[in-house]
C-alpha cells in the first residue's frame, strides 16, 4: 500500500452521505435525486441531510451513469436495463449453483 | 506495431456510410459494454470497438486511415509511411466512454493520443484549461482465499500520462493494494488519486471492483460458501462424520442418520467473514450409489429391495 494514498473499502459497513456519493461518483445532487425519483435508488433516511447509500447504492450509481454515458441511453433507460442486469447476476448465480449441485 | 482494421472491427465495408457506421458502433457497445457483457474479454472489445469508432466517426481521421487502402491486414506489422498524415488535421476529440483509458499503439502513433478526457467540470481558469484526472474503474479478480484470510496484491495499471511535447501516453504503473479479510465479490476499494493525472488538476481516482475467481470446490453466494458433498447410501442412511473441505482446512461434518439426497448442512462462521459480518459455509449431500459388479453385491441389492418396502416414486 502506497503510504500517501487514501484507502477507502466500500463494504456492508459503508454508509456515505448525499456529499460524499456525489464526490465519489462525480455526480452533482441533482442527478443522485433523479436518480431517486426514477427508483434506482433507495437511500435510507428521510430528507437528503440524512440520507445514506450502500455499497450496493453506489454500484447502482455507477453503472448508471456508465450506461448514460457511453450508450447514450436517457435515465428511465439506464434503470430499465439495470433491473434486467441484476436480475440476470441473479439467474446466472442460481444456476451456477445448480451446476455445482448437479 | 500491429495494423488494425478498424472496419472489419466495427463489421463494416470501406463504403459503410457514417450513419451506417454509427448504427454498427451503437450495437456492438451495446452489446460488449462491460457492465452487460460478464465476459472477460467484453472489456477488450469495447475498448476496441470505441477506437475504431473515435477513427472512422471523425470525417478526416476516416480519410487518413483510408488512404492506407485495402493493402493491411488486422495484425500485420505496420509502420506508417512518412508524412502519412499530411493534409489532415487531427482535432482533439472527446468520446468520454468509461473504462477505455488507454487506446492501442497503433492509434496513439497514427493520431497523436485521443482528446484528454475530462469528468465533469473542466473549467477555463486564468491560467487555461484545467481539469481533474479520469477516475479509473477496474476489476480485480482474487480468490475465495484471499478474501478468507486477508492478503495483498500488486497490480499494474495502464495510466495515461502526459509525456514529451504534451503528448499522451499510455504509461504502466504498479500498486500494492491490500485485501482486507472478508472482502466479497461486488465491494470495491477506492484508492484516491490512483486515477489518471490531470492537467493542472488533481489526479481521478482508481475503484476497484472484487470479482471472485472460480473455485474448484467451492461456490459463493455473497459470504455464503455451498459445497457439494458425494456420499455413499449408508453414510446418508447411518449417519456419519465426514472430513469436509472448507477455506479454513478439513472440519468434521456430522452427517445425520436418514439423511436425503440434497439435505443442505450448514457449518456456522465457516464462509467469508469480515470484522462485522459473518458467513457460513452450507453443504449439499449428493448421494452416490455404488453399481451391483459381482454377484454378491447384486445379492446385496437384490435383498435390499426385499427388506426394504420402499418405493422412490411413491
Avoid at chain 2, 52 to 75: I, P, T
Avoid at chain 2, 88 to 104: L, P, W
Avoid at chain 2, 178 to 206: A, C, K, V, W
Amino acid at each position: 500500500m502506497n503510504e500517501d494514498c487514501s484507502y477507502t473499502v466500500f463494504d456492508e459497513s459503508t454508509w456515505i452521505s448525499l456529499s460524499e456519493v456525489c464526490r465519489f461518483c462525480r455526480v452533482d445532487h441533482q442527478h443522485i435525486q433523479e436518480m431517486i425519483q426514477e427508483g434506482v435508488l433507495a437511500p435510507t433516511g428521510t430528507s437528503p441531510q440524512d440520507w445514506r447509500f450502500g455499497v450496493q447504492e453506489l454500484k447502482r450509481i455507477q453503472i448508471t451513469i456508465r450506461l448514460q454515458q457511453d450508450l447514450g441511453v436517457n435515465l428511465p433507460g439506464a434503470a430499465l436495463a439495470l433491473d434486467l442486469l441484476e436480475e440476470l447476476e441473479l439467474l446466472r448465480n442460481l444456476t451456477k449453483n445448480l451446476d455445482i449441485a448437479g | 506495431m500491429k495494423f488494425k482494421d478498424y472496419y472489419e472491427i466495427l463489421g463494416c465495408a470501406k463504403d459503410t456510410s457514417q450513419d451506417d457506421i454509427k448504427k454498427a458502433y451503437r450495437r456492438l457497445a451495446r452489446k460488449f459494454h462491460p457492465d452487460v457483457n460478464k465476459n472477460p474479454e467484453a472489456e477488450e472489445r469495447f475498448k476496441e470497438i470505441g477506437e475504431a469508432y473515435e477513427v472512422l466517426n471523425d470525417a478526416e481521421k476516416r480519410k487518413a486511415y483510408d488512404r492506407f487502402g485495402s493493402n493491411w491486414k488486422a495484425g500485420q506489422d505496420f509502420e506508417p509511411p512518412p508524412g502519412w498524415d499530411t493534409g489532415f488535421d487531427f482535432h482533439q476529440t472527446r468520446q468520454g466512454y468509461a473504462g477505455a483509458h488507454d487506446f492501442s499503439d497503433f492509434f496513439e502513433t497514427l493520431f497523436g493520443g485521443r482528446g484528454f478526457t475530462t469528468d465533469t467540470d473542466p473549467h477555463v481558469g486564468p491560467r487555461g484549461f484545467m481539469s481533474r484526472g479520469q477516475d479509473i474503474h477496474a476489476k480485480i479478480e482474487i480468490t475465495l482465499e484471499d478474501s478468507y484470510s486477508g492478503s495483498s496484491r500488486t497490480i499494474t495499471l495502464n495510466k495515461t500520462v502526459l509525456g514529451q511535447g504534451n503528448r499522451l501516453i499510455s504509461h504502466p504503473s504498479s500498486l500494492n493494494v491490500t485485501l482486507p479479510r472478508g472482502i466479497i465479490e461486488g465491494q470495491q476499494i477506492r484508492l484516491e488519486g490512483q486515477g489518471s493525472p490531470g492537467m493542472n488538476g488533481p489526479s481521478g481516482d482508481l475503484f476497484l471492483e472484487i470479482v471472485f475467481a472460480r473455485h474448484p470446490l467451492f461456490n459463493v453466494q455473497k459470504r455464503d460458501i455451498l459445497l457439494s458433498l458425494p456420499v455413499a447410501p449408508w453414510e446418508a442412511a447411518l449417519g456419519a462424520i465426514i472430513k469436509v473441505p472448507t477455506l479454513g482446512g478439513l472440519v468434521d461434518l456430522k452427517i445425520p442418520p436418514n439423511s436425503q439426497n440434497g439435505k443442505r448442512l450448514r457449518l456456522k462462521g465457516r464462509g467469508i467473514s469480515s470484522k462485522s459480518q459473518t458467513g457460513d459455509q452450507y453443504i449439499t449431500l449428493i448421494i452416490m450409489t455404488p453399481p451391483a459388479t459381482t454377484q454378491q453385491q447384486k445379492a446385496l441389492y437384490e435383498q435390499m429391495s426385499r427388506l426394504f418396502s420402499f418405493n422412490p416414486r411413491n
